[in-house]
Structure formats: structure tokens, C-alpha cells
């Protein structure tokens, strides 16, 4: 069938690569340009983080926040106020934070090219 694949790497931005075929039994060569990434991450101050729901879309759709590679989940498990989202290419992304039916952040942010990350303040944090 066809599949919309998901890339990660060190440093690199998650790559979605569309419409691969993959057939049963069969391997599947393919050749994925991981291009440089900037993390993006929220401070949470003392909101608990179970209780957020937050999601993310940027020029090619949403962006599923449940990829996470082993070190991004150690970041969001540690006790710390700034929870990464994710390494991603320059763009303009759609972040929007609830707490239950309290929008925490809700707006526009503008990864650039060069940047070092960004992160997000929440609402009164």
C-alpha cells in the first residue's frame, strides 16, 4: 500500500516523505535528505504536563507530536519546566495549548533559518 513515512535524526527536522509503495515481502529502497532542524519546545511553568493538550501544524499539515525519539521523551519525563515539541524546518507553524478548555497559547510562531530553538511561554507562565 502507500504510506507517508516519518524521519528523525539528531539535530535534523522530522522529514515526512509521502506516497512510498511497500509491498509485502518486498524491500523498499529510498533515499531521505534530513535537512538541519530547529527545536521548538514550550515552557509549561507549573502547569502539569498530563494535563495539557497541545497541537501543531506547520506548511505541510498537522504535525503528529507523538513521534518522539528516547531523548525527547527523557526531556518531556524529567521534572522541568520547557518540553520539547520536536526538531522542525523553517516555517510559520499553528500552536495551540489547552489546559482542559483554557487556552494557554494559541497563535502563530516563526521558526527561522539559523536559529539556535525557540521556546514558547504559556499564559501567565
Known amino acids: 500500500g502507500l504510506w507517508k513515512l516519518a524521519f528523525r535524526g539528531q539535530g535534523a527536522a522530522l522529514t515526512f516523505v509521502p506516497g512510498v509503495m511497500v509491498r509485502a515481502g518486498e524491500t523498499t529502497p529510498l533515499d531521505v535528505h534530513l535537512p538541519q532542524g530547529i527545536p521548538l519546545s514550550i515552557n509549561i511553568g507549573d502547569q502539569p504536563w498530563s494535563s495539557l493538550s497541545v497541537t501543531l501544524s506547520g506548511p505541510g499539515g498537522p504535525i503528529p507530536l507523538d513521534l518522539v525519539s528516547l531523548n525527547e521523551l527523557m ?48 499564559a501567565g507562565k
Not at 518540553?83 to 502563530?108: D, I, N, R, W
Open 75 to 122: 526531556g518531556i519525563i524529567e521534572d522541568s519546566t520547557i518540553k520539547p515539541l520536536g526538531s522542525l524546518v523553517p516555517g510559520t507553524y499553528q500552536l495551540e495549548v489547552l489546559a482542559g478548555t483554557e487556552v494557554l497559547f494559541s497563535g502563530a510562531v516563526t521558526l527561522s533559518a539559523g536559529s539556535a530553538g525557540q521556546v514558547v511561554a504559556l
